[in-house]
Nanobody
């Protein structure tokens, strides 16, 4: 089994910054893609940003230039640096990873439980 644990959410004023972290643990052989998704009340879950194990990144248009995704492959950890936050960034942020496990040898998508980010004055 694989566990993803997020941290770093909270309440921040508009224009402020937060840094989210997500650490993967368990029977991991390798992780190809790690990413962040978010879900605001009454809305569908949407992609925020992804990063491959080679460092190729992809961002939603709404966060380009404000958010930065990075990862530490040695620690199986992905980060999301969020700057110039807006009230519309308020959501539960979920970490997701496409993991190749050792036992059994299988590639699957795993999700964290989410961390709340609230942008409000």
């Amino acid at each position: 089994q694989v566990q993803l644990v997020e941290s770093g959410g909270g309440l921040v004023q508009p224009g402020g910054s937060l840094r989210l972290s997500c650490a993967a643990s368990g029977s991991i052989f390798s992780i190809h893609t790690m990413g962040w998704y978010r879900q605001a009340p009454g809305k569908q879950r949407e992609l925020v940003a992804t990063i491959t194990n080679g460092g190729i990144t992809n961002y939603a248009d709404s966060v380009k230039g404000r958010f930065t995704i990075s990862r530490d492959n040695a620690k199986n950890t992905v980060y999301l640096q969020m700057d110039s936050l807006k009230p519309e960034d308020t959501a539960v942020y979920y970490c997701a990873s496409r993991v190749l496990t050792m036992t059994p040898p299988r590639q699957s998508m795993y999700w964290g439980r989410g961390t709340q980010v609230t942008v409000s004055s």
